[in-house]
């Protein structure tokens, strides 16, 4: 991630040329898929990456690279919106949806939220009502080829319609709550949600 965008900025486009896909103050970044990250690259082989539920859960698992990819297959095709004001329309990731993971755990009825955390230490609070129902997944491979390490490889939290710091790169695991836990940008000001459509970048948006 960089520093915050300035607030105001529309895009680059004009209002009469403004694709219907973008949510306001973005921009079409095309071919462009930047690379931003709060921290230094890791280098994460496949053989050492596991993902962990647990927290708020009946049954709290660990998954490895082969487990993980014993499960059904599934896959999202469409637009990523970053809080710099990039959107990336046409997207192709590969991997499971999230909702097989959860399950698996059993999330307790008192679970309402969820801390994403990545190998690298890095953190973000998500609402579990984000993160079930077809909406989030852990990407494996982006059109059709692995995900580069640059790009969260081995595997990524992928939530879509949230602002892209929310889908967690290097993923390691989620530990459900029955509060909000902010993590590492919502305690820099950044909103705790991050709807692109609502334009919630900071706190207090």
């Given at each position: 991630?960089?520093?915050?965008?300035?607030r105001?900025?529309?895009?680059?486009?004009?209002?009469?040329?403004?694709?219907?896909?973008?949510?306001p103050?973005?921009?079409?970044?095309?071919?462009?898929?930047p690379?931003?990250?709060?921290?230094v690259?890791?280098?994460?082989?496949?053989a050492?990456w596991?993902?962990?539920?647990?927290?708020?859960?009946?049954r709290?698992?660990?998954?490895t690279w082969?487990?993980?990819?014993?499960?059904?297959?599934?896959?999202?095709?469409?637009?990523?919106?970053?809080?710099?004001?990039?959107?990336k329309?046409?997207t192709?990731f590969a991997?499971?949806s999230l909702?097989?993971?959860?399950?698996?755990?059993?999330p307790?009825?008192?679970?309402?939220?969820?801390v994403?955390?990545?190998?690298?230490?890095?953190?973000?609070?998500?609402?579990?009502?984000d993160?079930?129902d077809?909406?989030?997944?852990?990407?494996?491979?982006?059109?059709g080829?692995?995900?580069?390490?640059?790009?969260?490889?081995p595997?990524?939290?992928l939530?879509?319609?949230l602002?892209?710091?929310?889908?967690?790169?290097w993923?390691?695991?989620l530990?459900l709550?029955?509060?909000d836990?902010?993590?590492?940008?919502?305690?820099?000001?950044?909103?705790?949600r991050?709807?692109?459509w609502?334009?919630?970048?900071?706190?207090?948006?």
């Open positions: 991630m960089t520093s915050p965008p300035t105001g900025f529309v895009g680059r486009h004009t209002a009469a040329e403004r694709d219907p896909r973008l949510p103050g973005q921009y079409d970044a095309r071919a462009d898929f690379v931003l990250s709060a921290e690259t890791p280098e994460l082989a496949p050492d596991t993902l962990r539920v647990d927290g708020l859960v009946a709290p698992r660990t998954w082969e487990q993980a990819h014993e499960l059904p297959a599934s896959g999202y095709d469409g637009p990523i919106h970053c809080v710099t004001s990039w959107s329309l046409t192709d991997g499971i909702d097989t993971f959860l399950a698996a755990a059993g307790l009825p008192t679970a309402t939220h969820a994403a955390y990545s190998h690298t230490g890095y953190t973000t609070n998500l609402a579990l009502a993160l079930v077809g909406q989030a997944w852990i990407a494996f491979d982006f059109a080829d692995p995900l580069t390490p640059a790009h969260g490889g595997a990524r939290l939530v879509p319609h602002y892209f710091w929310k889908s967690v790169k993923i390691a695991g530990r709550l029955d509060h836990e902010p993590g590492f940008w919502e305690t820099n000001g950044y909103h705790h991050g709807d692109p609502a334009e919630e970048r900071y706190s207090g948006d």
